[in-house]
């Protein structure tokens, strides 16, 4: 396969899965936004925050407003993370490996990206005669997102070799969604609750659902754990060996994509991308919630960061650059 | 609707004859359309546009209101070439094609031709498309053009020209291929009832072709695109996935050893046989033009050596030369001894000192295009133009005659086409694909281009032309 191929492969499913992660963070924030009786100060910064995008959001708008947050992580054109950047650079990357995906994979991907296309034309033409609206059927527009990444799994799946083209997209699909999920983890420190003494409040439990929500892990967290608990849900989001956005269960299939594509069989030398998936997983299966609380959830979680940053320098040297 | 307002006078057209009546061949195509009647016909067409829109064979304009994506035109109405026509037609460009490659193993070898005086050599070693690097080069199998898009046109009495021959990197084979696809989903009916030779298999011929081209077993086979930048793009990524070969740019490849290489997550991996669609000139800066930012170095010497197989190879250009094309009847009796079976529309070359004097006192009756313009530029269509750009044009001649041709206005056929929510007539041309492998293949079809600006000559899609699909009857 050619290491420009496996590169655009890697990037069109990050792009793909990092959509599918923004609509769910705004939804279930939108939701949550809906329950909540009294106005909580600041609820959507976080969301921005957790993006990693913080600093081009305060260039751009003046006040994390419900919809400057939305519009910013929806449909802006100079975020380059926004679900229509996202769409486009996902589509853009498919283009330039049209020969090695299928059909149906491109006309999932093409028609996700013009539905994204059309609706945010009808959004802003809609924003600029009566202002900025969220009541423009938002909840169905990122359903419809989330609907289209997973038909566009659904078809990768089911419609090309489990070859070379779709180990490297388990790669980046997997490599993405890790990152995302210590995000939503970190979430949590950025929302400020009101008062220290609403620590274990109504308000603090409809926070750390909504986190789970946001990482779609709602229902298979309370199938194992009875309430809503905030180690519980730290442990199942890090630890869990089973569920397919934990970083473990993440990991795990980095590393055993990157083994099919050294192929093992073939008894080729391990490289550095396998080596360093596998000793962070080693790691990963030594560690418990107890001491990752001790040495504190944040600064564990920005440490996760840095080894999937490193995973990631050394897929791209190993296998993109040559 | 349908035909009431339809028109055909003093003119070919396809469908109906000049008293009015269909012709045979379109008969059930013309009772069903209808019977199917105009709204259900403007439906059945944008459906059509849908389908071409999902999946994405679009192109992007660029103007005010920012990037706009925009799908190649299409037209529902299809265009019929009955089987007694297109079996003479298929004949004509087989023998065509086998005489332009005898003509080009022959200049880049020993010059029969030349020394025999048939074409004054001047004329070739002038010829833009010339590449003295090709002399003495034998490539595989003796083929230079594998893939070939010749250009033909009727007269007004309805008969076949060849308009012009595409040697290089011809495309639209794709369009075809798609088109059909829609169409066959637009209307079953006609499929069902007709006996339309189909097209889907071109890419395994094409495949078989380039095969063809190398002894390795299993070889490895790439088409080489310019880049997703490219007009053609689409074209490109389609014909790789179609024929299950690697798409390849410059940068993915390396010359070492005089062996061509492709970057891949495994190392280096060697190329066998590359259907190029980018032109000689950029394909290696150490041969050819050292500014190339898309080629890659040392791949002409690879070629050379028969390290690699090129497809077209190097150095077809001279042959779809137009002033070279207005010789192909002569290149047909020399090497074949036959007589041409599509004749060549009559040509006027301003080289030479009688037809430039005439080709300047009726430039306002002419078509006049440069020898190695494509795409509709670098051409005037004398009585489109106005007084000054006739004028223009003019010098443009004098300056560089040996670069320019001149041919009268042909009046080109029509096809009822569906614009908005009418039939009008509109001019068409047809470009048949034909291969060269082991033996001649000839696509039953091929791209039908159609004029849509009313009473428009310019059928070519950047200048706003669109295409139809093309049934040749079993």
Redesign the interface.
Known sequence: MLSRVAESVFWMNRYIERAENYSRFIDVNHQLSLDLNEEVPNQWLPLVHTTGDIELFEKRYSSPSPVNVIRFMTFDEENPNSIFQCLSRARENARTIRENISTSMWEVLNEFYLFVKDYRKVYLENAEAHGDTLSMGLSEFLSTVRKSCQSFYGCSDATISHDEVWNFSLLGRFLERADKTTRILDMKYFILLPSVHDVGSTLDLLQWLSLLKSASAHEMYNQKYKRVDPTDIAEFLILNETFPRSIFFCIQEMQEALEKISGIKEGLPRNLAQDATTVYLNRLRSENIKSIFDKGLHEYLDDIQIELNHIGSKIVERFFTN | MFIADYSAKNIYDEMFSSEGYPRKSYDFVKTKMESLGGIELVKRSSSAERAL????ITFTLYGDGGEQERIMPFDVIPRIVPSEEWISLEKGLKQRIQALNLFLTDIYGEGKILKDKIIPRDLIESSSGYLKQCIGIKPPKDIWIHITGTDLVRDGAGAFHVLEDNLRCPSGVSYVLENREVMKRTFPELFEKLNIRQVYDYPYHLRSMLENLTDVVDPVIA?WTPG?FNSA??EH??L??KMG?????G??LIVENHKVY??????LRKVDVIYRRIDDTFMDQSSFRPDSLLGVKGIFEAFKRGNVALANAPGTGVADDKVIYSYVPKIIKYYLGEDPIIPNVPTYLCSEEADLKFVLDNIHNLVVKAANGAGGYGMIIGPKASKQEQEDFKELVKADPRNYIAQPVLNLSTVPTLIADKIESRHVDLRPFILYGKDIYVMPGGLTRVALRKGSLVVNSSQGGGSKDTWVLG
């Open positions: 829109m999902s999946l994405g088409v997703v793009y689409y990524s389609f790789a996935q070969v690697y798409l390849v740019e940068s993915d492709m970057k891949t997550t495994k190392g």
